[in-house]
């Protein structure tokens, strides 16, 4: 048996699929649909594909009907649908078994249902065939507008670019079918950007398609549009926004702001001073806005600088102005960038230039002394008042002041108020051939408009020094010296300065009468004495004086006279004075030696005085403290015995522990707690009287000055001695560390209540005890 399973129109086509029912058992046999497709056949049940299209706006959709070959019409077949989407998306007649879709479907969500069917008997409620799978396809609709995932779009291209230069690529998504038809094809188009920009229409990519200039607009917003189904009607859009910013190249150069600077410069004002700022601007920015400024004449008293912060042209002082030679200047300034692109060479073909003209301020300078520097010469010994030179000073400005001249720290030369350098002292090129000093020139209409100069002055040297000695000479002739022997060369020396070398001339006396001894002139500054007879005696001439004249060859020239001494000898068999040299060398050196030995004997003595009076202070300071010689320190002494109270009477004797613990000898005088009792009965019976207490006062005084064992320094002695004028007396507990028997305390019971107590304990209870 033949069925037919009949879909509903798809696309506007209406299909017609066979479904062949064969018989159980009967074999499998292939038909061929007309159309050219092929269907496979297998017992009772046809496999096959249903198409439903998406988005269908009908609450019950028919899809298709499914038949079982062995159903012969009288209802008693049950059709049931099986799987992802059965009952909730898909329903199925249980009669008729046609498939309804009761929900909208989207492609996107999914394309794919694979459903299974069964027909059951209802009167025997067993499954007429087994299950078989079937498919139900969602066929695509142009329900998807075009969309730019990567948003937002930002691309940068350099400025001035040539036509047809890549700026971005946009990229659009469509989730339509792309093998529906053209329901996902795109094509791109420009909304706004012309005339700067193109896109090319299936690629997205944007380019550029006329020149632009940073500096007039730094940034543009193009919108491109997508459109599906290759743009024709009924096609869905989307668009998006691209940002594209120019980036700067160096197409301009810079420019002065102003095409003339005025400036001043004080003369007064040091080299590398700032004069003032020159600025130029360049529409440019970063690298290409930094600027070069140059003077384009050779200055030499100007230049300019950059600062690479700021970028301005700084002008500073190559070289000091003087207002008197030159008060004005005009210099020119040109500024470019230091790096250009060889492309871009052509727009910095000339650089821009300024005029600086420069005023030069005038200022009230110190005198200008004409040398920077004077040396002046004198020759020694001139008289006071000798004239050494003349400096001079002038006043630079305008004015001219009069100029005043001093000397500072100078005891020897003087200056007056035309420049002339004077001496006040006399001079001595032996004690100071150079001086050196400060001129100092004072503009006398401004005293605070001063300068210095230095001047050194040499003084030459005149012929006012004799020659003499060259040092002190020990010279001895042997006793048996014979007649021509050498015992001596000298030397001479002169302090006066020579223009040429020193030459000395040497000769004996003319007051010489001994021929003893001869002098020979070695022509080179140096003599020799000789012997001038054989034999000496040392007995009958030890010693010998020989007058030495020494002429230098100065203008005029000078002699003096010099002495030599020489010893006589007794040289022994060694025939050589060495021995007479040693012999007075040991001489003196005993004599040091006796020296300091007695220097030491001195010092020994010193030192044992003082080690003396040292033990004697130390032994006196131990026989005065004696208990120092023992463990002596500050002692902490802990009773635990508790005494009775006001009560208790006999607990402890006072005197016992007033007693001192230790006892020092001292001299016998009158015991000091019967002299304290004297003194109060006296001051009982004298009353309020300064004499008692000043007489108290003397005699501890006396007693401590005398007192051998008081320390020996200034100390503060407190007594307890009470005065006159109290009604009750003394309360003092001075007196009752000593039991006297006949004392009577019955008047303290005359005292009233507050001497109650003290009643009780020293009244008739005291007595009784006793």
Request: hydrophobic share 35%; charged share 25%.
């Amino acid at each position: 048996m033949n069925c037919w399973l009949l879909l509903p129109f798809m696309l506007g086509i209406p299909l017609l699929w066979p479904c062949i029912i064969a018989a159980e058992n009967s074999k499998t046999e292939e038909v061929r649909h007309p159309a050219g497709s092929h269907l496979r056949i297998r017992r009772g049940w046809m496999w096959n594909q249903f198409f439903v299209p998406e988005e269908m706006n009908k609450t019950r959709h028919h899809i298709g009907q499914l038949r079982s070959d062995l159903d012969n019409g009288n209802n008693s077949f049950q059709y049931k649908l099986l799987g992802v989407g059965a009952e909730s998306l898909f329903v199925i007649d249980e009669r008729t078994g046609d498939i309804y879709a009761v929900q909208k479907l989207d492609r996107e969500e999914r394309s794919l249902y694979t459903l299974r069917a069964q027909v059951i008997d209802t009167t025997t409620g067993r499954a007429v065939e087994p299950e078989s799978e079937f498919v139900i396809r969602v066929s695509d609709i142009n329900d998807n507008e075009p969309k730019f995932l990567d948003e937002p779009y930002e691309a940068i291209v350099p400025e001035m670019s040539p036509e047809g230069t890549l700026v971005i690529q946009v990229t659009a998504s469509d989730a339509d079918d792309p093998s529906s038809g053209n329901n996902a094809r795109l094509v791109y188009s420009l909304l706004q950007g012309q005339p700067y920009f193109s896109i090319e229409p299936t690629t997205g990519k944007i380019r550029i398609s006329s020149k632009m200039d940073r500096e007039l607009q730094d940034e543009y917003w193009v919108i491109i549009q997508a459109k599906d189904m290759i743009g024709l009607p009924g096609a869905l859009s989307g668009t998006t926004s691209v940002l594209i910013k120019l980036s700067d190249v160096n197409d301009n150069k810079p420019i002065f702001k102003d095409s003339l600077y005025r400036l001043t410069v004080s003369e007064s004002a040091p080299v590398g001073t700032s004069i003032g700022k020159i600025m130029a601007y360049d529409r440019d920015i970063g690298e290409n806005a930094e600027m070069d400024y140059s003077i384009e004449d050779d200055s030499r008293t100007f230049d300019v600088i950059t600062n690479n912060e700021t970028q301005e042209g700084i002008i500073i002082l190559k070289k000091k102005v003087n207002f008197e030679d030159q008060n004005h200047y005009r210099i020119r300034a040109k500024v470019k960038n230091p790096q250009v692109d060889a492309h871009l060479r052509e727009y910095h073909t000339e650089a821009s230039t300024t005029v600086i003209k420069i005023q030069v301020e005038d200022v009230d300078e110190p005198p200008v002394f004409l040398l920077p520097y004077y040396i002046f010469e004198i020759f020694e010994e001139c008289p006071h008042g000798s004239s050494v030179g003349t400096v001079s000073a002038t006043d630079p400005d305008q004015r001219k002041s009069p100029i005043g001249y001093s000397i500072t720290r100078s005891e020897v030369f003087s200056v007056d108020d035309n420049g002339t350098i004077f001496t006040t002292n006399p001079l001595d090129r032996e004690t100071s051939a150079w001086y050196n000093l400060s001129v100092t020139a004072t503009e006398k209409y401004n005293i605070a408009q001063i300068s210095s100069v230095p001047v050194y002055v040499q003084v030459l040297n005149i012929n006012d020094h004799a020659p003499e000695f060259s040092e002190y000479y020990e010279t001895y002739v042997c006793e048996n010296a014979v007649s021509g022997q050498v015992i001596q060369t000298i030397s001479a020396v002169d302090r006066d300065e020579s223009i040429e070398h020193h030459h000395f001339y040497f000769n004996l006396s003319m007051e010489e009468n001994n021929s003893s001894f001869a002098i020979i002139d070695n022509q080179d500054n140096t003599a020799v004495i000789l012997t001038n007879r054989t034999g000496f005696s040392l007995q009958e001439e030890p010693v010998f004086y020989i007058a030495i004249l020494i002429a230098d060859n100065g203008i005029p020239s000078l002699t003096s006279t010099n002495t030599l001494t020489v010893h006589v000898c007794d040289c022994g068999d060694a025939d050589s004075t060495q021995t007479c040299s040693h012999k007075d060398f040991m001489l003196s050196m005993g004599f040091k030696a006796e020296v300091i030995t007695a220097i030491l004997i001195c010092i020994m003595i010193i030192f044992g005085f003082i080690f003396l009076n040292l033990g004697l202070k130390q032994r006196r300071k131990q026989t005065l403290f004696p208990e120092k010689s023992e463990e002596f320190r500050e002692n902490i002494f802990r009773y635990d015995d508790e005494g009775g109270g006001e009560a208790d009477t006999e607990a402890f004797d006072i005197a016992q522990l007033r007693g001192s613990a230790v006892m020092r000898g001292r001299k016998p005088r009158r015991p000091a707690r019967a002299e304290m009792r004297s003194l109060y009965r006296q001051s009982l019976q004298v009353g309020p009287d300064s004499a008692v207490f000043r007489k108290f006062i003397l005699e501890k005084l006396e007693e401590a000055d005398t007192d051998p064992c008081a320390p020996p320094f200034d100390s503060l002695q407190t007594y307890a001695f009470e005065g006159t004028g109290s009604s009750a007396g003394s309360l003092s507990s001075l007196d009752s560390a000593v039991s006297d028997h006949d004392e009577n305390y019955d008047y303290l019971n005359e005292l009233g209540p507050r001497f109650k107590r003290l009643a009780y304990m020293f009244g008739s209870t005291m007595q009784s005890k006793n």
